[in-house]
Nanobody, 124 residues
Framework: EVQLVESGGGLVQAGGSLRLSCAAS????????IGWFRQAPGKEREGVSC????????YYADSVKGRFTISSDNAINTVYLQMNSLKPEDTAVYYC?????????????????WGQGTQVTVSS
């Protein structure tokens, strides 16, 4: 059974940092494309940062470029999202997602497996 479990969310002041973790199990971690998404109240889910196993490429949404970094530790099947210089508009529930060979990175419809989400709240 594929499982993705996010952690690391919380309340932080604007300008602060958080590191989200996504612990994966139930599939061959090295073979799957993985990404981070977020959904704010009243808004659609959007891709924040994703990477492709097939070509090693990485995607960042324009709104987070230069502030967020995605990384993975294959030894412990965990993906991270380091978030720096946080802004109130980063407030959302953050999800990690995975699937085998995604055609379009960070398009949410391409991912079949999702975690339960972790809340990130950035106060001004």
């Amino acid at each position: 059974e594929v499982q993705l479990v996010e952690s690391g969310g919380g309340l932080v002041q604007a300008g602060g940092s958080l590191r989200l973790s996504c612990a994966a199990s139930g599939f061959t971690f090295d073979d799957y494309d993985i990404g981070w998404f977020r959904q704010a109240p009243g808004k659609e889910r959007e891709g924040v940062s994703c990477f492709s196993r097939s070509d090693g490429s990485t995607y960042y949404a324009d709104s987070v470029k230069g502030r967020f970094t995605i990384s993975s530790d294959n030894a412990i099947n965990t993906v991270y999202l380091q978030m720096n210089s946080l802004k109130p508009e980063d407030t959302a529930v953050y999800y990690c997602a995975a699937d085998y060979v995604v055609a379009t990175m960070c398009r949410s419809s391409q991912y079949d497996y999702w975690g339960q989400g972790t809340q990130v709240t950035v106060s001004s």
